[in-house]
T-cell receptor
Framework: DTAVSQTPKYLVTQMGNDKSIKCEQN?????MYWYKQDSKKFLKIMFS???????INETVPNRFSPKSPDKAHLNLHINSLELGDSAVYFC??????????????FGPGTRLTVL | SQELEQSPQSLIVQEGKNLTINCTSS?????LYWYKQKYGEGLIFLMMLQKGGEEKSHEKITAKLDEKKQQSSLHITASQPSHAGIYLC?????????????WGLGTSLAVNP
């Protein structure tokens, strides 16, 4: 019954490696997001997809590449991981039509640790 | 500077006490969202305010949006250990499609039994 799910929950890897995080939502929403929450708990949007199209890209390094195979899935691939990429990454989904509420539903997060 | 300021940054209260968290915007809000994050978990939606002067309650949590739609407060009455966590406000500044939420830095709340 999980609305927004992410895998894996924890990811520990070496610098320079490439890794992916997967996200799926079963809420029928048309918009999905990736957020990064740093050690100071600051939540910052990275990307947003609406119906498989990239609509928000918040000055994220090219090493981060989101992919949306369909509107229920949004994956995040990270190349050449760096120490500063260590954070909790949250996936979220929501509706984004005109004048609708912008309530977003969050996944449980993926804690990425780069050694 | 932050578009959305939250205060206080952290709060420790004794169980049973009331508390207030504030969220102030540098510009007029289209919508203001309050979320709670339990340590190590995702964000859970609490409530959303859109109209100036609006007030909503959920159990012992009440949120208000001022008339100018630039400040919101979250008030917890008779706090309990289950209220502990990080409270984040998220702001919606536009009414169009493909909007994004701008987030405050969060308020970390601890409730001592």
């Amino acid at each position: 019954d999980t609305a927004v799910s992410q895998t894996p929950k924890y990811l520990v890897t070496q610098m320079g490696n490439d890794k992916s995080i997967k996200c799926e939502q079963n809420l029928g929403h048309d918009t999905m997001y990736w957020y990064k929450q740093d050690s100071k708990k600051f939540l910052k949007i990275m990307f947003s997809y609406n119906n498989k199209e990239l609509i928000i890209n918040e000055t994220v390094p090219n090493r981060f590449s989101p992919k949306s195979p369909d509107k229920a899935h949004l994956n995040l691939h990270i190349n050449s991981l760096e120490l500063g990429d260590s954070a909790v990454y949250f996936c979220a989904s929501g509706r984004s039509d005109l004048f609708s509420y912008n309530e977003q539903f969050f996944g449980p997060g993926t804690r990425l640790t780069v050694l | 500077s932050q578009e959305l300021e939250q205060s206080p940054q952290s709060l420790i209260v004794q169980e049973g006490k009331n508390l207030t968290i504030n969220c102030t915007s540098s510009k007029t809000l289209y919508g203001l969202y309050w979320y709670k994050q339990k340590y190590g978990e995702g964000l859970i939606f609490l409530m959303m305010l859109q109209k100036g002067g609006e007030e909503k309650s959920h159990e012992k949590i009440t949120a208000k949006l001022d008339e100018k739609k630039q400040q919101s407060s979250l008030h917890i009455t008779a706090s309990q250990p289950s209220h502990a966590g990080i409270y984040l406000c998220g702001a919606d500044f536009n009414a169009g499609n493909n909007r994004k939420l701008i987030w405050g830095l969060g308020t970390s709340l601890a409730v001592n039994p």
